[in-house]
């Protein structure tokens, strides 16, 4: 059975930092892009930043470029979000996400991903 198990939300304040984690388990996702999502309440969820297979491409959404940064480790199975200069509006249930897609490139679209994680919560407050 695949699992994606993140872990490293909270409460933090406005100019926090924080580290999410993931870990996957039933197979290995050292084939393609794996990423992170999140959904904000009463908001759809939206794409945050993904990276490709051997790291050596990562994908932003403008909201957090500069701020955030994902990295992976294939030989652990899992994929981290660096999350720096946390602003309120980055509150939201974060997913991790994988892509059973043989791909050098990245993917930044929710249909472009099959497996998910349960979700996260980071709660930034002003």
């Known amino acids: 059975q695949v699992q994606l198990v993140e872990s490293g939300g909270g409460l933090v304040q406005a100019g926090d930092s924080l580290r999410l984690s993931c870990v996957a388990s039933?197979?290995?996702?050292?084939?393609?892009?794996m990423g992170w999502f999140r959904q904000a309440p009463g908001k759809e969820r939206e794409f945050v930043a993904a990276?490709?297979?051997?790291?050596?491409?990562?994908t932003y959404a403008d909201s957090v470029k500069d701020r955030f940064t994902i990295s992976r480790d294939n030989a652990k199975n899992t994929v981290d979000l660096q999350m720096n200069s946390l602003k309120p509006e980055d509150t939201a249930v974060y997913y991790c996400?994988?892509?059973?897609?043989?791909?050098?490139?990245?993917?930044?679209?929710?249909?472009?991903?099959?497996?998910w994680g349960q979700g996260t919560l980071v709660t930034v407050s002003a």
């Open positions: 996400a994988a892509s059973a897609t043989i791909t050098r490139y990245t993917k930044t679209a929710i249909s472009d991903y099959f497996y």
């Open positions: 039933g197979r290995t996702f050292n084939t393609g892009p």
């Open positions: 990276i490709n297979w051997n790291s050596d491409i990562t």
